[in-house]
């Protein structure tokens, strides 16, 4: 069986100081077997993309965008921090640790910690060093000036939603190695394919169907659907970085690239940064009851609608040239019969996906904790032979995310104990009193600010990191419902993740195909970021009120 080795490059230099995140990322290399109908390999061969035969059962890199030399040099990549980056993120925590005032009503201890905290967040920004490097060192910075003693500065490392998030990637990984969401992803074409419109909604809802249990954006477009994208693309005879391009695969990509944050705005598992955003919640003290069905409730209305309105808005706005795709569902199913009946591995994983979603629901009732059902479904993978431990030993973004994040929560965590979250609070209110704004008028204010501040990132969980509990303070001061201040700012970050092409992991993916010129993606980009700001400000009113958030 032919396979087709796919390395999606992030090669336009971007517009501002960029976090490691923006350097050029390698796709992991996923088989997917091409259509009789596609030309030969070395046909497509371009500097963006390289093709080559692989076998079909190996071990798998990981899957998410990694840190890669520059492509343009064959020599590394200079070692150790880059120093414009450094020496703005050290004066940052300095200027505040030695030219601000105190205010009477912090303590020292907070002061200080606050200095080290907001140096930590320049440097996630501006990326002198790679994020869970920089972390380290703001961690070791707490502990070496006896702000933080050890046990407190490390305590969130026994986080649950940390390790929760950790075990998702490794579901993620299952996903792919088994190719059960390949499989799925394929069906989804057979059954609505033959259109190009239908073949976007298969891809669309395809994704929707798998997010839950596959909770990494940017696993799923790198693992799944690019390479369905790509395969179908070449067999229409559009191109990458050719003028045949905009026939089918521009729309294509830039439909599923639009939809993907929908996907993940819909299951409180679809993403990493939605686990992340109820846990800084939790450290503000908003708690959110039986989290996993509370939030799909909330989410379901606007998502879904939004889900269904991208791929016909876009087909409008940013047309393909094929309009029909009648080979597409007969190229589906001769795949599927190509890659033969569900492999005894993608049964496990179905079986295992299905317990632990279950014990996600319905585990509050039996007392079966999301990380613990977590837990189980590893373990049963574990058993079973789908994961080995190598494959989690190799998933480096889960150990990446372990570590910076859980700096990150330990930090916000000791700076809500040590009262500088309440004196923020307190600060923004008085700020928000004297304009007499009403809450929800500062609700939109503060949402549009938070969305809109996402240019100057490259990451969702970053932006998180840095900016979701201090808006959420400022929700809160304002007189916001405390449970629907939470639960929007986590949908928004999801939102935002199509604004650019550096805006997140898959967009790096999606535009790394070669698919997409970059006046595409941001006019794209922005247009569609208000028709879904629109939908869900309009549905989410209405669907929120009617749930009782507020």
């Known amino acids: 069986m032919e396979s087709l080795r796919i390395a999606a490059s992030h090669r336009p230099p971007l517009l501002l100081p960029s976090p490691h995140q923006l350097r050029r990322r390698h796709i992991a290399a996923v088989p997917l077997s091409l259509p009789h109908t596609s030309l030969s390999l070395s046909s497509h061969h371009h500097h963006h993309h390289r093709f080559a035969p692989t076998p079909f059962r190996r071990r798998i890199p990981p899957l998410l965008a990694s840190q890669t030399p520059n492509p343009e040099a064959d020599s590394p990549a200079p070692a150790g921090a880059k120093l414009a980056p450094l020496l703005v993120s050290l004066a940052v925590g300095l200027a505040v640790r030695f030219l601000a005032p105190r205010p009477p009503e912090v303590s020292p201890q907070a002061w200080q910690l606050l200095s080290i905290f907001l140096s930590t967040i320049a440097g996630l920004v ?9 972390a380290f060192l703001g961690l070791t910075a707490a502990v070496a000036t006896h702000t933080l003693p050890f046990a407190a500065a490390f305590s969130a490392f026994t986080n649950e939603v940390i390790w ?4 998702s990637f490794f579901f993620a990984r299952g996903f792919v190695k088994t190719g059960l969401g390949d499989r799925i992803a394929t069906y989804f074409v057979k059954w609505l394919g033959g259109s190009t419109l239908g073949l976007s ?12 249990a596959m909770p990494s954006t940017t696993a799923r477009a790198g693992g799944v659907f690019l390479p369905i994208i790509k395969s179908l693309s070449l067999s229409a005879g559009s191109k990458p970085n050719h003028p045949s391009s905009r026939k089918l695969g521009s729309y294509l990509v830039m439909s599923q690239f639009q939809a993907a944050g929908n ?11 939605n686990l992340l955003c109820l846990k800084l919640a939790e450290e503000l003290g908003i708690i959110v009851a039986n989290p996993w069905v ?3 409730k909330a989410a379901s209305l606007p998502a879904i609608a939004s889900l269904l309105a991208t791929p016909y808005l876009l087909y409008k706005i940013f047309p393909p040239e094929t309009k029909d795709t009648p080979d597409a569902p007969a190229l589906a199913a001769e795949k599927l019969e190509r890659m033969g009946p569900v492999t005894k591995n993608e049964w496990v994983m179905i079986g295992t996906m299905l317990l632990a979603v279950s014990l996600w629901v319905f585990g509050d009732a039996i007392g079966v904790s999301s990380v613990v059902a977590a837990m189980l479904g590893l373990s049963i993978l574990l058993l079973l032979g789908v994961l080995d431990w190598d494959d989690c030993l190799n998933e480096k973004s889960a150990w990446d995310t ?24 307190s600060c923004v209110a008085k700020l928000l009193e004297s304009f007499s704004l009403s809450w929800p008028a500062a609700f939109c204010v503060l949402e549009a600010s938070y969305f809109l501040i996402h240019y100057l990132f490259a990451s969702q969980t970053g932006h998180v990191g840095a900016l979701y509990s201090a808006f959420l303070a400022m929700h809160v001061a304002a007189g916001v419902p405390r449970v629907l201040s939470a639960l929007a700012l986590a949908f928004n970050t999801n939102l935002f993740g199509a604004l650019t092409h550096y805006s997140s992991g898959q967009a790096a993916v999606y535009f790394g195909a070669g698919y997409l010129e970059l006046p595409d993606v ?5 247009v569609t970021a208000l028709i879904n700001i629109l939908i869900w400000g309009v549905v989410g009113t209405f669907w929120w009120k009617l749930l009782g958030l507020y």
């Not at 501006?126 to 920089?134: E, S």
């Not at 929760?164 to 075990?167: G, N």
């Not at 941001?522 to 922005?526: H, I, Q, T």
Request: neutral net charge; glycine residues 10%.
């Open 126 to 134: 501006l990326g002198p060093l790679p994020v869970g490097a920089w």
């Open 164 to 167: 929760l998030i950790v075990i």
């Open 201 to 212: 909604y298969g891809l669309t809802i395809s994704e929707a169907f798998i997010s839950p």
């Open 263 to 273: 996907s993940s705005a819909l299951f409180l598992t679809a993403a990493a940064q």
């Open 294 to 296: 509370a939030w799909f």
């Open 402 to 425: 372990l570590a910076w994040f859980a700096v990150l929560v330990g930090m916000a965590g000791q700076l809500t104990n040590l009262g500088i979250v309440s004196w923020m609070s």
């Open 522 to 526: 941001f006019r794209m980009g922005f």
